[in-house]
């Protein structure tokens, strides 16, 4: 069983930037995708950014060009630096490990979230 626990979130003012950290715990994170999601009130979860086992990084169009994920495969920490931030990124941010083939998920694991706040 692995556990995922986020931090570094909080309040900032537009144009400002915070980084979030996702330590893992358990056996398998060398093997694991990578993601942050967030969600903000009344709207689904959606995908920020993911990074592979090997470093190939993806990210929403939202936040492409500002946000930069990745991995510490040592420390077993997921990192998202959000730079130029927008009150339109308010949310609470999750972390999550995947492990998948090509068709199917093996494994799927989430951490508790962390809340950031975009306002001035």
């Known amino acids: 069983q692995v556990q995922l626990v986020e931090s570094g979130g909080g309040l900032v003012q537009p144009g400002g930037s915070l980084r979030l950290s996702c330590a893992a715990s358990?056996?398998?994170?060398?093997?694991?995708?990578m993601g942050w999601y967030r969600q903000a009130p009344g709207k689904r979860r959606e995908l920020v950014a993911s990074?592979?086992?090997?470093?190939?990084?993806n990210y929403a169009d939202s936040v492409k060009g500002r946000f930069t994920i990745s991995r510490d495969n040592a420390k077993n920490t997921a990192y998202l630096q959000m730079n130029s931030l927008k009150p339109e990124d308010t949310a609470v941010y999750y972390c999550?490990?995947?492990?998948?083939?090509?068709?199917?998920?093996?494994?799927?694991?989430w951490g508790q979230g962390t809340q950031v706040t975009v306002s001035s």
């Open positions: 990074i592979t086992t090997t470093g190939t990084t």
């Open positions: 358990g056996s398998i994170f060398s093997f694991a995708v």
């Open positions: 999550n490990a995947r492990i998948v083939t090509t068709v199917v998920t093996l494994g799927d694991y």
